[in-house]
């Protein structure tokens, strides 16, 4: 303590400020150090939660003693306890559901309870039990069902109702395979309601399309997904670019054409008539006096007779008429365009390096071929598919592929728990090592810049067993010397002849260094 008092009572205003100022700036290091090393590795166990949902959540996690923290809309515990703590929380029913389901009806009586009321609960339970289910998608955070049903009671043939589904991901997006689902789901959960007549919406990426009602969008990026895989396994990943242009058509059209043709003629009918008529007549005789006797004979009179037929034959024919009805919906395709653009092939030259070249035509238009019948080609339609080939740029001196580095696979935990071991790394070497390094190299105070003296044979003063302390007069004298005793050195650098001097002389030297620190002791 005696030596660290010396030093510090040694030094000036100014250096004892840096040293008060170095030794903070050390123990804060040390302290924040101690703190961050000390400090437990959190661990995201829910987010996006409503403030009901987080409080619930908050005030479980606070009933099972574990450390977290609160970063927005996040929830942040110690990482050693995330997985348990999330299964303890789910065996209490944490994070609970927004919706409610079925239990709704359970407060409900039969008395106070209209059929108005009663149809508004059913339809609440039902949106909540089919928003529970939608839940259980692995990427839906989120989800809400709207149902209009027709409230007016009777019989009815056609129920024209319709719902709503909006959605919030966790950050991938709801493919047209789950929205199809979705549909099917609601519309089997609704007696009555037909799929097409469910809507997905995400709240992010807005209505999202079925498999059967894709929009041109979608339909272009598929094809052009199907065309990358037929290029890639030949050409090679990252060597065929594919720019495809749908255009569909967006309106919806009805057309009803009637024509008559006069050539061509259709019997619709045909009556036929036939009439037959016969008849036959007798006449009496003349009247005389011998009619008039009994026994007489009746003379015969006149006879006549009669017939007649006649046939009548109608037909009915129809001309011919041709009536048809088309019905063009939207989301026909109008035109199609695509253009690929296919790397160089590599080839080696007469020096030996190898240079990418255009490809084939032959190669081309195979490629053209099988481009085709991916995607649809249709001629009559005006129909265009451009390949061509052109050797890609390469990238430059300074340019490199984009690799993930050790910075970007560590947390940022981690990496301030490194910055502090390096800035206290830095302080310890500052404070410690560069006083001891700074006090190796300074020179050594035998030696002055003036000019050395006539060499002479040997030292000049005489040298004394350690062990002997000096007179009084002599330690006086010696710290009151203008200069110590110089040795007899060569006119050349000071530090190089001492240093010979003191390898030639090791021993003499260590007795005069020795002197000299002692009588400086004693003075003090």
Do not use: C
Not at 35 to 62: F, K
Not at 122 to 140: H, Q, S
Not at 207 to 221: K, L, N, P
Request: charged share 20%; proline share 6%; no cysteine.
């Amino acid at each position: 303590m005696q030596k660290l008092q010396d030093y510090w009572n040694e030094r000036s205003s100014q250096q004892r400020m840096i040293l008060a100022g170095a030794f903070l700036a050390v123990f804060l290091a040390v302290s924040g150090f101690a703190w961050l090393a000390n400090r437990p590795s959190m661990a995201l166990i829910y987010g996006g939660l409503d403030a009901a949902q987080a409080g619930e959540v908050i005030a479980g996690i606070e009933r099972a003693g574990v450390p977290y923290e609160v970063r927005g809309d996040a929830i942040w515990v110690e990482a050693g306890q995330r997985d348990r703590l999330r299964m303890d929380l789910a065996a209490q029913g944490l994070p609970a559901a927004s919706s409610t389901g079925y239990e709704l009806l359970d407060g409900m009586s039969g008395f106070g309870t209209t059929s108005q009321m009663f149809d508004a609960a059913y339809w609440r339970a039902k949106e909540g039990e089919l928003a529970r289910t939608i839940l259980a998608l692995p990427n839906v955070q989120t989800a809400r069902v709207h149902l209009a049903i027709e409230t007016g009671r009777g019989y009815r043939r056609d129920q024209n109702g319709s719902a709503s589904v909006t959605l919030t991901t966790s950050g991938q997006a709801i493919s047209r395979d789950q929205a199809a689902a979705l549909k099917y789901l609601i519309s089997s959960g609704v007696p009555g309601m037909q799929p097409e007549r469910v809507t997905v919406i995400d709240s992010q990426r807005g209505i999202i399309s079925a498999t059967e009602d894709q929009t041109g969008a979608d339909r272009a990026a598929e094809m052009k997904r199907n065309v990358e895989r037929i290029l890639e396994p030949h050409v090679g990943v990252g060597n065929a670019i594919v720019e495809l242009n749908l255009d569909l058509v967006t309106d919806t059209e009805m057309l009803t054409e009637q024509r008559f043709d006069p050539e061509q003629r259709a019997l619709i009918s045909t009556v036929t008539e036939e009439t037959s008529d016969q008849s036959n007549s007798t006449g009496t005789g003349a009247v005389t006096a011998a009619s008039n006797l009994p026994d007489a004979q009746e003379q015969p009179g006149d006879k006549s007779q009669s017939n007649r037929s006649e046939n009548r034959q109608q037909s009915n024919y129809e001309v011919s008429r041709v009536t048809r009805e088309v019905s063009r919906q939207p989301g026909s395709t109008r035109r199609l365009t695509v253009a690929v653009l296919v790397n160089g092939a590599a080839q080696v030259n007469a020096q030996g390096e190898s240079t990418l070249v255009p490809r084939s035509e032959d190669e081309l238009t195979t490629l053209r071929e099988l481009v085709a019948s991916a995607v649809g080609y249709d001629e009559a339609r005006g129909d265009l598919i451009t390949i061509k080939s052109l050797p890609f740029a390469a990238l430059g001196e300074g340019g490199t592929l984009a690799r993930p580095g050790l910075l970007d696979r560590l947390a940022l935990n981690d990496l301030a728990r490194i910055a502090l071991v390096g800035i206290f790394a830095l302080a310890i070497i500052m404070a410690v090592l560069r006083p001891v390094l700074r006090a190796r190299a300074a020179p050594v105070p035998l030696l002055d810049n003036r000019p050395a003296p006539a060499p002479t044979a040997a030292l000049t003063g005489t040298i004394e067993d350690p062990g002997t302390p000096l007179p009084q007069e002599a330690r006086f004298a010696a710290s009151a010397a203008p200069e110590p005793p110089q040795l007899s050195l060569p006119p050349a650098d000071p530090v190089a002849r001492l240093k010979s001097m003191m390898r030639e002389r090791h021993d003499e030297s260590v007795k005069i260094l020795s002197g000299w620190i002692d009588n400086k002791e004693k003075v003090n």
